[in-house]
């Protein structure tokens, strides 16, 4: 490692010797600083999220906002969480307490720049951690700000910024001040990463990607699943590891879901990110938009039928969907991280429930019926992180995010957040 990436790696563990004394109120009392750091300039920060990947500002004041509630949920339950638990054994007494690790090294994604910091490092830091990011270097300028948003006056810097390639990211999980590693990125950076970690013995999380099934069943109310649909595909300009990629619809509908899905997208507005009217962007860079277009292309040539859309000048990818896809073509197979929709049919839930786990991915799937009981019984047969019936597949606070297969190991959030860089120590008195 460089000098300077030495020194910071070095404050951080000095820091953590500080920050990891105090207790559980001092460290809640921050988060509501940073809460109100975080605020007090959400409409500067979302702007400079859409000078960074191009995302519209008015959803980018929403990403914002989101970090906020992130710490609410933190800040109320928090201390619960960390509080540990007592055993009924024979000893006079037995509990566990939960300890921090150290320095906690974060390798984040560009897609979604405060929102996937904020929830790696706000329970890290809770749990008397400190934290180093490495972010993605196409969006400097919220990186900056990122560091600048945690340093809360009055308080340890407990936050560090670090600006290196991703190729030397192993050798920065090789200090011995480094206790942990948690990345979002690709499935290359992940299994890299959780490998030099293996070599290492350090505990990993990776949230990688994802090709979630977005499943319409014959009784499903298109009035009501047609705005989910669309927004679930072409949220952040359908640069999401949970958007809904392939959507399997009932063979009695696909027609109709055709239609009115289209008619739903003619809706969504371009046109100056700043304007808040705007409601889909222009992808983040040029070479994604390229390598999109080149999944699309391949996928027509395959035998998929375009319906609409499949433009694309510079970084600007219009809205598409593609029809007649099977599942040997390259937009069933591949992650389309940007505006590409694709439509499946199925007869039977049970070809539905195979079509989805047909995917070397398992973040989420999404399913609609009026059957809910029906598809409660068949929640264990998908092979996903999580199943949301009747909803799109969304990240909140309250409940464990990751996935399965490669889309990743370990859960971020929720409980399993704000445990999973922690020493859980065993305690018995005899």
Not at 73 to 83: N, S
Not at 128 to 138: E, R
Not at 193 to 207: D, N, R, S
Not at 306 to 316: A, M, P
Request: glycine share 8%; proline share 3%; with cysteine.
């Amino acid at each position: 490692m460089e000098n300077k990436i030495k020194e910071i790696v070095n404050c951080a563990n000095q820091s953590y010797s500080k920050w990891r004394k105090q207790d559980i109120e001092h460290r809640i009392t921050y988060l509501k600083a940073l809460k109100n750091n975080l605020l007090a300039n959400k409409e500067h920060y979302a702007s400079l999220m859409t000078k960074d990947m191009n995302k519209p500002l008015i959803q980018a004041i929403g990403e914002v906002e989101k970090c906020g509630k992130l710490i609410d949920y933190y800040i109320d339950h928090g201390k619960e969480i960390l509080k540990g638990r007592t055993i009924a054994t024979e000893w006079s007494e037995v509990y566990v307490v939960n300890d921090p690790l150290g320095v906690i090294l974060g390798v984040m994604p560009w897609n979604f720049p405060f929102w996937q910091v904020f929830r790696f490092a706000v329970p890290t830091l809770l749990a008397g951690n400190t934290v180093i990011v490495k972010h993605a270097s196409n969006v400097p300028l919220s990186a900056e700000a990122l560091e600048n948003c945690f340093k809360v006056e009055g308080f340890e810097q407990v936050y560090f910024n670090v600006t290196i390639p991703g190729k030397e990211v192993n050798s920065l999980i090789e200090s011995p001040y480094i206790k942990g590693v948690s990345l979002t990125g690709s499935e290359a950076a992940g299994s890299s990463v959780a490998k030099k970690a293996g070599e290492l013995i350090k505990p990993v999380v990776l949230e990688l990607g994802g090709s979630n099934a977005f499943i319409v069943c014959q009784d499903a109310n298109l009035a009501k699943v047609i705005p989910v649909a669309v927004n679930a595909r072409f949220q952040n300009t359908g640069q999401s590891c949970i958007a809904g990629k392939r959507f399997l619809v009932h063979n009695a509908l696909k027609e109709q879901f055709i239609e009115q899905f289209q008619l739903e997208v003619s809706k969504l507005k371009r046109g100056d990110l700043f304007d808040k009217n705007t409601t889909i962007g222009l992808m983040a860079r040029e070479d994604l938009a390229i390598e999109l277009e080149s999944i699309m292309k391949a996928s027509i040539s395959q035998g998929a039928r375009l319906v609409f859309g499949g433009h694309r000048e510079g970084s600007w990818f219009e809205p598409t969907l593609l029809a007649e896809v099977t599942p040997e073509m390259e937009a069933f197979r591949q992650e389309t991280f940007g505006p590409l929709a694709v439509v499946v049919g199925f007869d039977t839930l049970e070809e539905a429930i195979q079509l989805s786990n047909d995917s070397r991915f398992g973040l989420g799937v999404s399913i609609f019926s009026e059957d809910v009981d029906l598809l409660r019984s068949r929640v264990s047969d998908f092979e996903d992180g999580a199943v949301f019936i009747n909803e799109m597949v969304i990240s909140d606070p309250r409940v464990p995010f990751g996935g399965n297969k490669f889309s990743g190991i370990g859960r971020e959030m929720s409980e399993e957040g704000l445990l999973a860089f922690v020493n859980k120590k065993s305690v018995i008195i005899k």
